[in-house]
Structure formats: structure tokens, C-alpha cells
């Protein structure tokens, strides 16, 4: 690549950023509902039409995000299970990274469900749902990987089946826990429930779900 076509890649690339950038603000600002595509290009003080040279709709745009929140979260998930060295032990932290995230980035958190729901729609993927599906993709790995060592050392139990059904199945799970206590924490303050609380305890659930004959606390 010569030195002029690698500074024009370099400014689209700038640009491009920018534009997501802006429509980010905007989403934790406002909620992804009130984001559109002229707020984007006014946030971003860019003409409408030059956004639409970069992403081709809304969608487009959403799935951009939804990339940067996967990578951010699959950063998170390897980081949390890099620090512990039983199986069981990788999840229960994968699975406190993933509540810290959600409280930390809601916009993030809705993001990445609101890619789950789209996934199902039908027609093409455009590149940007793809990258970001992927991203997806990878995350379950990550705990796919730390079942597996859990299996291995005997902290977590040999009879859970396909283990990519396992990790979903602990997604939809954490997912919703998320979804509740991000929604509901002052209906649960009226029965005398906290937030701490309802996470701790889901968290308990999981290892008793999980837990193989070396668990610790576990007796033969």
C-alpha cells in the first residue's frame, strides 16, 4: 500500500471511529430507541450523508457497537478465568465478570441482547453482524474452555452433555439475572432482597448445578 493510500485508510478508519464514537454517546445518553441516524452525524458533526457512506442503515450502525461491547466482554471473560486455576472456579468468576459488565456498560449489556434477538431475522448478514456475531461466537468458547478444564480436574461434573448447549444454557441464565436485578432491584428492595444478595445466591446455584467431586466443599 503506498504512503498516500495508507493515509486515506488511516482517515477513513479515524472517521469511522468517530462515527461509532458519537452514536455511543448518544446510546448510553438516551437509550438505543432515541438514536438515529441524524443525531449520529449532528453528534458527530458530519454530514448525514457522509454517515451513510459508512454504515449503510441504523442496524449497520447498532451492529458496531455491538462488536466493540463482544470485545469488551470477551476481554473481560478471559481475563477473569487467566486468574483462577479450577474449572469451577473460571466460571463463577466468568460469571461475575459478566454481572460487573452489565452494571458497568448497560448500553453495552442492551446491545449485546439486542444482537441476540436480531440474530434469528432473516435475510443476509451484513460484514458488520457478522464480526460482531463472531465475536459472539468466541465468547462461548471461552467458557466452553473453562468447563472443559473444570471437567478435567474433576471441579465440575462429567455428565453436562454438549458443553456449547452448557455454555448457553449458563448465559441464558446469567442473562436474565442481569436483566433483573438491572430492572426489578426496587421491586426486590420491597420483599427485602438486594441486588448483592440475589447475585450471590444465583451464583451458588450455578456451582451447585455445576459441581463435580473435587468442587471445593464437596464431600465424597
Same mark, same amino acid.
Given at each position: 500500500? @503506498?504512503?498516500?493510500?495508507? %493515509? ?13 464514537? !458519537? ?24 454530514? %448525514? ?8 442503515? $441504523? ?16 476481554? $473481560?471473560?478471559?481475563?477473569?478465568? @487467566? ?12 460469571? #461475575? !465478570? ?17 444482537? /441476540?434477538?436480531?440474530?434469528? /431475522? ?33 471441579? &465440575? $461434573? ?8 452448557? @455454555? #448457553? ?10 436483566? &433483573? !436485578? ?11 432482597? @438486594? ?26
Amino acid at each position: 500500500m @503506498s504512503y498516500i493510500a495508507e %493515509r486515506r485508510q488511516e482517515e477513513k478508519d479515524r472517521r469511522r471511529s468517530e462515527i461509532i464514537d !458519537a452514536a455511543e454517546d448518544l446510546y448510553r445518553e438516551l437509550g438505543w430507541d432515541a438514536v438515529t441516524m441524524d443525531s449520529v452525524a449532528k453528534r458527530a458533526r458530519l454530514s %448525514r450523508a457522509l454517515v451513510y457512506v459508512y454504515f449503510k442503515d $441504523r442496524n449497520d450502525l447498532h451492529f458496531a457497537i455491538a462488536l466493540r461491547a463482544m470485545e469488551a466482554l470477551h476481554a $473481560r471473560f478471559v481475563e477473569a478465568s @487467566s486468574r483462577t486455576r479450577l474449572g469451577l472456579e473460571k466460571i463463577e468468576a466468568i460469571g #461475575r !465478570a459478566y454481572v460487573a459488565f452489565g452494571h458497568e456498560f448497560p448500553h453495552y449489556f442492551d446491545a449485546c441482547a439486542r444482537l /441476540e434477538a436480531h440474530a434469528g /431475522e432473516q435475510g443476509k448478514p451484513t460484514p458488520e453482524e457478522n464480526n460482531s456475531l463472531a465475536v459472539g461466537s468466541d465468547l462461548h468458547d471461552t467458557v466452553v474452555e473453562a468447563l472443559q478444564a473444570g471437567q478435567h480436574d474433576g471441579t &465440575i $461434573r462429567a455428565d453436562l452433555g454438549d458443553l456449547m448447549v452448557t @455454555s #448457553r444454557v449458563l448465559w441464558g441464565f446469567t442473562h436474565g439475572l442481569i436483566q &433483573i !436485578a438491572m430492572t426489578k432491584d426496587q421491586a426486590l428492595a420491597q420483599k427485602g432482597i @438486594s441486588v448483592p444478595q440475589l447475585t450471590q445466591q444465583a451464583i451458588a446455584l450455578i456451582r451447585y448445578m455445576l459441581a463435580g467431586p473435587k468442587a471445593p466443599g464437596v464431600t465424597e
